[in-house]
């Protein structure tokens, strides 16, 4: 088998390499049973056949000589998966050390090896990676491994390829009845998507990234670790280029019914996205690997920390439409990784300000119309809004705001929502940063006025009540803003009670942007409600009192009683739970019990509930 020229010939393709392996996993496990199966043998009687030691040492010996180490491994997988399964562990010892001495071998000295053989040394290695013991496993020259498994994983034509697949579907999206495009699940793209996703590295990619992983944290070669984030970059890449290419980029997820035909929505882009999905969960599980060794060991020097950061936060850019379709929150990896890249990137303010520099968006200042773009307008603000305690206040001014300026308005466009939620906390932490006190002074008004025009149209209700709690703590003191104008956190409270009479009834669509809540719909009257309440810990105790009453008062206007009740309830909350430092506290227990608190919550809502009867 292992000289046959229409196995390993030019021709070979990886299924016929993973047919090896399943040709001795099947020929181990059919022994085994045939062994269990044999009647007991009696005494002097010769035994009957090979015994399962005899026939796997001829087997060692057989693979042994000419042939290229490569071509041994998938015998030694197939025979380890074959024992494993019928419990057979006797021999595992054997096995696990001629597996490891045969992949390095064939990392070190196989000059004849090729592409289709690193595939197949990876798939090899992959199945039965779980069966190895922890000696075995670290006994693998990881060095050199890691190269070939990324090659193989994301540009191997049997596996993600950078994505090419991408490309080829255009040719295949026809327009069809009611001007709706119909990509086939006939056509020849998604015929080879299918092939794609069925193959054996795609298929397998999470146990590959797993695999990936443990080699990142075990290679002791620095240039490979660098290799590595430039190779993740350049896939990335690629990926975000052939999207950007491919006509299905130019529909927005919200319009997808309007262009799309049901087959593809319901067929045809379900695998294409599973495809994405598993090989952005596979960089991510990579990443998430190589940043635990990049905070947890001094391998990696603090020169390189910076750049490695850059590069990782660019790798997450440019895979954004895929985790921002999907969810960030999907996958704490992803989050570890995010979070991680931004708080070592902190700490070189020059460096933060190169990357903003270098993904901020194209045409700043003005709304783009493709979605990818949008998209990415999306990754900038969150990824900005971190670095504005750390950057300087002309950078904050010319790049953040500028970019962000476009997202306040109120154009009601909801492809946009999570944008303008976006864009509104990067305006409220440039705020909150001390050394922006100027830009807070001469900004401030006018952008409160933005976020009340904006609210329900573009702002939801999550957002507009962060908004304003941050606004009231920005402007209240010991702030230096509130030094200069006093009054300012009173206004913004006045604007929203007298709001509240005016405010509709009618339950507003649920935040889609916080995903995993299971919050309550809200009225536009019980938001700007809920709005009053979440503010009361940031007012001073000589406004506190007078703000209570108010608040309390407010909430007896809300129309439905079950928000009435909510209002009440979250008032209640805010009292007793530790929003309050202990002045405040002490002060609302006096308010509650003595002056009439109590009496104004509940009795108001006995009252309120008795006129709507």
Same mark, same amino acid.
């Given at each position: 088998?292992?000289?046959?020229?229409?196995?390993?010939?030019p021709?070979?393709?990886?299924?016929?390499?993973?047919? @090896?392996? #399943? &040709?001795?996993?099947?020929?181990?496990y =059919? $022994?085994?049973?045939?062994?269990?199966? !044999? +009647?007991?043998?009696?005494?002097?009687?010769?035994?009957?056949?090979?015994?399962?030691?005899?026939?796997?040492?001829?087997v060692?010996?057989?693979?042994?000589g000419?042939?290229?180490p490569?071509?041994?491994?998938?015998?030694?997988s197939?025979?380890?998966?074959g024992?494993?399964?019928?419990?057979?562990?006797?021999?595992?010892?054997?096995?696990?050390?001629?597996?490891?001495?045969?992949?390095?071998?064939?990392?070190?000295?196989d000059?004849?090896?090729?592409?289709?053989?690193?595939?197949?040394?990876?798939?090899?290695?992959c199945? @039965?990676? #779980? &069966?190895?013991?922890?000696?075995a496993r =670290? $006994?693998?020259?990881?060095?050199?491994? !890691? +190269?070939?498994?990324?090659?193989?994983?994301?540009?191997?034509?049997?596996?993600?390829?950078?994505?090419?697949?991408l490309g080829?579907?255009?040719?295949?999206?026809?327009?069809?009845?009611?001007?709706?495009?119909?990509?086939s699940?006939?056509?020849n793209?998604?015929?080879?998507?299918?092939?794609?996703a069925?193959?054996?590295?795609?298929?397998?990619?999470?146990?590959?990234?797993?695999?990936?992983?443990?080699?990142?944290?075990?290679a002791?070669?620095?240039?490979?670790?660098?290799?590595?984030?430039?190779?993740?970059?350049?896939?990335?890449?690629? &990926?975000?280029t052939?999207w950007?290419q491919?006509?299905?980029?130019?529909?927005?997820?919200?319009?997808?019914?309007?262009?799309?035909?049901?087959?593809?929505?319901?067929?045809s882009?379900?695998?294409?996205?599973?495809?994405?999905?598993?090989?952005m969960?596979?960089?991510?599980?990579i990443l998430?690997s190589?940043?635990?060794?990049?905070?947890?060991?001094?391998?990696?020097?603090?020169?390189?920390?910076?750049?490695?950061?850059?590069?990782?936060?660019?790798?997450?850019?440019?895979?954004?439409?895929?985790?921002?379709r999907?969810?960030?929150?999907?996958?704490?990896?992803?989050?570890?990784?995010?979070?991680?890249?931004?708080?070592?990137?902190?700490?070189?303010?020059?460096?933060?300000?190169?990357?903003?520099?270098?993904i901020?968006?194209?045409?700043a200042?003005?709304?783009?119309?493709?979605?990818?773009?949008?998209?990415?307008?999306?990754?900038?603000?969150?990824?900005?809004?971190?670095?504005?305690?750390?950057?300087?206040?002309?950078?904050?001014?010319?790049?953040?705001?500028?970019?962000?300026?476009?997202?306040?308005?109120?154009?009601?466009?909801?492809?946009?929502?999570?944008?303008?939620?976006?864009?509104?906390?990067?305006?409220?932490?440039?705020?909150?940063?001390?050394?922006?006190?100027?830009?807070?002074?001469?900004?401030?008004?006018?952008?409160?006025?933005?976020?009340?025009?904006?609210?329900?149209?573009?702002?939801?209700?999550?957002?507009?009540?962060?908004?304003?709690?941050?606004?009231?703590?920005?402007?209240s003191?010991?702030?230096?803003?509130?030094?200069?104008?006093?009054?300012?956190?009173?206004?913004?409270?006045?604007?929203?009670r007298?709001?509240?009479y005016?405010?509709s009834?009618h339950l507003?669509?649920?935040?889609?942007t916080?995903?995993?809540?299971?919050?309550?719909?809200?009225s536009?009257?019980?938001?700007?409600?809920?709005?009053?309440?979440?503010?009361?810990?940031?007012?001073?105790?000589?406004?506190?009192?007078?703000?209570?009453?108010?608040?309390?008062?407010s909430?007896?206007?809300?129309?439905?009683?079950?928000?009435?009740?909510?209002?009440?309830?979250?008032?209640?909350?805010v009292?007793?739970?530790?929003?309050?430092?202990?002045?405040?506290?002490?002060?609302?227990?006096?308010?509650?019990?003595?002056?009439?608190?109590?009496?104004?919550v509940?009795?108001?809502?006995?009252?309120?509930?008795?006129r709507?009867?």
């Amino acid at each position: 088998i292992l000289s046959a020229p229409a196995i390993w010939g030019p021709s070979t393709n990886l299924q016929i390499v993973v047919g @090896v392996i #399943d &040709l001795f996993r099947s020929a181990s496990y =059919q $022994l085994c049973r045939r062994h269990e199966n !044999l +009647p007991t043998i009696k005494f002097n009687e010769a035994p009957r056949g090979l015994s399962l030691e005899t026939w796997t040492v001829a087997v060692l010996k057989g693979t042994e000589g000419a042939f290229p180490p490569s071509r041994r491994v998938p015998v030694l997988s197939g025979l380890l998966q074959g024992f494993h399964t019928r419990g057979r562990n006797r021999l595992s010892g054997t096995l696990q050390d001629e597996l490891v001495k045969s992949v390095n071998l064939s990392l070190r000295n196989d000059p004849r090896r090729t592409a289709v053989a690193d595939s197949g040394l990876v798939v090899a290695i992959c199945q @039965v990676f #779980d &069966l190895l013991d922890m000696r075995a496993r =670290q $006994l693998v020259d990881h060095d050199l491994l !890691l +190269p070939i498994l990324i090659q193989a994983i994301f540009s191997s034509e049997d596996g993600v390829h950078h994505g090419y697949f991408l490309g080829t579907i255009d040719a295949d999206l026809v327009e069809g009845l009611g001007q709706k495009f119909d990509w086939s699940i006939r056509s020849n793209s998604f015929l080879q998507l299918q092939s794609t996703a069925s193959g054996p590295l795609v298929a397998d990619l999470g146990r590959l990234a797993q695999l990936a992983a443990f080699s990142v944290g075990h290679a002791a070669d620095l240039s490979t670790l660098k290799m590595l984030l430039q190779d993740l970059l350049s896939v990335s890449r690629s &990926l975000c280029t052939q999207w950007r290419q491919n006509k299905l980029s130019e529909v927005d997820v919200s319009e997808e019914t309007m262009f799309l035909t049901d087959k593809s929505i319901k067929v045809s882009l379900p695998l294409l996205w599973r495809v994405l999905r598993s090989s952005m969960f596979a960089i991510v599980v990579i990443l998430a690997s190589y940043t635990g060794r990049l905070l947890g060991e001094k391998l990696i020097k603090k020169d390189d920390a910076s750049s490695s950061a850059i590069q990782m936060l660019k790798i997450l850019r440019n895979l954004y439409f895929i985790s921002s379709r999907l969810g960030i929150d999907s996958l704490s990896q992803y989050s570890f990784v995010y979070l991680a890249a931004i708080d070592i990137l902190s700490q070189y303010p020059m460096c933060a300000e190169v990357l903003l520099n270098e993904i901020q968006p194209t045409n700043a200042g003005a709304m783009p119309q493709h979605p990818l773009d949008r998209c990415q307008d999306i990754y900038f603000l969150n990824a900005a809004e971190h670095f504005t305690p750390i950057l300087d206040t002309k950078v904050a001014c010319n790049l953040l705001a500028t970019a962000a300026s476009p997202y306040l308005g109120t154009n009601g466009d909801q492809r946009s929502t999570e944008a303008f939620e976006a864009a509104h906390s990067v305006m409220l932490a440039i705020f909150a940063a001390p050394h922006n006190i100027d830009v807070t002074a001469s900004r401030i008004e006018e952008y409160i006025q933005l976020v009340f025009e904006g609210f329900p149209r573009s702002l939801s209700p999550r957002q507009i009540r962060l908004a304003i709690k941050q606004l009231v703590r920005l402007t209240s003191p010991p702030s230096l803003i509130a030094a200069q104008r006093p009054w300012l956190a009173s206004t913004i409270l006045e604007i929203v009670r007298c709001r509240i009479y005016g405010a509709s009834s009618h339950l507003l669509a649920n935040d889609s942007t916080d995903r995993g809540s299971n919050a309550q719909a809200l009225s536009e009257q019980a938001v700007l409600a809920f709005a009053l309440i979440d503010s009361l810990p940031s007012l001073q105790l000589d406004g506190l009192h007078d703000w209570l009453t108010v608040v309390a008062q407010s909430c007896q206007l809300i129309q439905e009683s079950s928000l009435r009740h909510a209002c009440n309830y979250r008032l209640w909350e805010v009292l007793s739970n530790g929003d309050m430092d202990v002045d405040r506290a002490a002060f609302c227990v006096n308010w509650w019990n003595t002056e009439g608190g109590r009496e104004m919550v509940l009795c108001g809502e006995e009252n309120a509930n008795g006129r709507g009867e």
